[in-house]
């Protein structure tokens, strides 16, 4: 069997403002804006390519930690790939992200640096070599 990826997802007490967030930092469309049958307000969004982000808020009774947008043991980050770093630092930083780390040159790879962006999550932005 051929295994993918099916999806992220991003819990936030404002769905919608993150899902925005998202829109404008990533060019991400939603998709789908619904309450689902366990309380939660769920946001389907899709980058570019159609891979699936999902956002949504906690569903009833659900208690919710907070977020981590340093480096951390379990699923730590996702990754999106730009063309100019010092650019897209500057935009998501207007935006409101905050840059953790970087730009960090990995020796015989890309151009790296990680943001903390809403409801701390955290973005690797990745430049190629090109």
């Given at each position: ?23 404008k ?10 309450v ?95």
């Open positions: 069997m051929l295994y993918r990826v099916n999806h992220v997802h991003i819990k936030s007490k404002d769905p919608k403002e993150t899902a925005d967030w998202y829109v930092a990533f060019n991400f469309k939603i998709i789908s804006d619904n689902r049958s366990f309380g939660d307000r769920f946001i389907g969004c899709a980058d570019p390519t159609g891979f699936t982000v999902n956002i949504s808020g906690a569903r009833t009774g659900e208690s919710l930690g907070p977020g981590d947008a340093n480096a951390h043991y379990g699923l730590e980050h996702f990754g999106v790939d730009v063309e100019d770093m010092e650019a897209e630092i500057a935009r998501l930083t207007g935006l409101g992200a905050e840059l953790k780390e970087g730009p960090i040159d990995v020796s015989g790879g890309p151009l790296i640096a990680f943001l903390n962006c809403p409801v701390d999550t955290r973005v690797e932005l990745i430049q190629p070599r090109g």
